[in-house]
């Protein structure tokens, strides 16, 4: 008889020092390296790391450290890096995340550039490097419908409409950068509650 050995799930906190930085490393070293383009394209990678595979923490902080980081200058990978970094392995794990996030594509930019430049002409090529970008919409679509429905659930389809419909007029036609969108956002959060009680008081 084989003897099957069920492995047995630890949650990330109660995890050793080693074993926390070592999945930190793979974490952002596999959605650095996989993210094609960088920024944008590399947030469904480290979500689905971050919260699904090691479960570092929940949709929910999650959401808000994608939401404060696109407030923030410098690019969203390594500020995501950083922090989560930080968060889940204090200041030796801010170091490994930003490490695992930045080294990889360093070096494989320099390689791969160098390489790309003698053959970009070939129809192979090019037909890679476009064909990436169908993939790309698909992932942050997946990302965005996961969004709109944890905003129901939160506020309700109505509010939550409410808050996309002048999001995207302001960031889509009248060119407002989202950092200032969220910035304004976060601001009403905090003040509405105010108001409306002091709306009751009165």
Same mark, same amino acid.
């Given at each position: 008889m ?5 492995k047995?799930?630890? +949650?990330?906190?109660e995890? !050793?020092?080693l @074993? ?5 490393f793979?974490a952002?070293?596999r959605?650095?390296?996989? %993210?094609?383009?960088? %920024? ?7 979500k689905?790391e971050?919260?699904?595979i090691?479960? *570092? $923490?929940?949709?929910?902080e ?10 923030? +200058?410098?690019?969203?990978? @390594?500020? $995501? ?6 968060r889940?392995?204090?200041?030796? %794990?801010l ?13 494989l930019m320099?390689?791969?550039l ?6 970009? !002409?070939?129809d192979?090529?090019?037909? $890679?490097?476009?064909g990436?970008? +169908?993939?790309?919409a698909v *992932?942050?679509?997946v990302m965005t419908? !996961?969004?709109?429905?944890?905003s ?6 109505k509010?939550?409409?409410?808050i996309l419909l002048p999001?995207?007029?302001a $960031?889509?036609?009248? %060119?407002?950068h989202p950092?200032?969108?969220?910035a304004v956002?976060?601001v ?15």
């Amino acid at each position: 008889m084989e003897l099957v050995t069920k492995k047995v799930h630890v +949650p990330f906190e109660e995890k !050793d020092l080693l @074993t926390k930085q070592k999945d930190i490393f793979i974490a952002f070293f596999r959605s650095g390296i996989l %993210g094609f383009g960088g %920024g944008p394209s590399t947030i469904p990678l480290v979500k689905k790391e971050v919260v699904e595979i090691f479960e *570092m $923490m929940d949709d929910e902080e999650f959401s808000d450290v994608l939401s404060i980081g696109n407030t923030l +200058p410098g690019p969203i990978a @390594t500020k $995501m890096a950083g922090y989560i970094g930080y968060r889940v392995g204090g200041w030796l %794990g801010l170091v490994t995340a930003l490490i695992a996030t930045v080294l990889p594509t360093v070096v494989l930019m320099i390689v791969l550039l160098a390489s790309l430049n003698e053959f970009k !002409d070939i129809d192979f090529v090019k037909g $890679m490097t476009k064909g990436v970008v +169908p993939i790309l919409a698909v *992932m942050l679509g997946v990302m965005t419908w !996961d969004f709109l429905k944890k905003s129901k659930k939160s506020l309700g389809w109505k509010t939550g409409f409410l808050i996309l419909l002048p999001s995207f007029i302001a $960031m889509m036609l009248l %060119g407002l950068h989202p950092g200032i969108v969220i910035a304004v956002l976060l601001v009403l959060a905090v003040a509405l509650p105010i108001k409306k009680k002091e709306g009751r008081n009165k």
